[in-house]
C-alpha cells in the first residue's frame, strides 16, 4: 500500500502545467493616480487593484482603507 502511494505521489509530480503568473502576497496598495481615494471610493479602488495586478486582485476581509496614506489596501496581493 505505502509503494503504491509513493509511487503515484512520484507519478504526480512528473505532471506539467501550463505556465502561470505566480501569485504576488505582496499587499497591493492603490491610489487615485496619485491623489488619495476617499473610504466610500471602494468600488474605484478595487477597479484600480485589479489594474495594478493585471488581471484580478485577491479580495478578503482584511481588504481596508488607510486614512493616513488615503490609499487602499489589499493584504492579500494579486490573484
Known amino acids: 500500500m505505502a509503494l503504491a502511494l509513493s509511487v503515484t505521489l512520484a507519478q504526480a509530480a512528473c505532471v506539467g502545467t501550463a505556465a502561470t503568473v505566480p501569485a504576488s502576497r505582496e499587499p497591493v496598495r492603490v491610489s487615485n493616480g496619485g491623489q488619495p481615494f476617499a473610504m466610500w471610493d471602494g468600488a474605484a479602488a478595487r477597479k484600480a487593484a ?3 495586478c493585471g488581471g484580478r486582485v485577491n479580495v478578503s476581509i482584511y481588504d481596508r482603507f488607510d486614512r493616513a496614506t488615503g490609499e487602499w489596501v ?3 496581493g494579486c490573484a
Open 50 to 52: 485589479d489594474a495594478a
Open 74 to 76: 489589499y493584504p492579500e
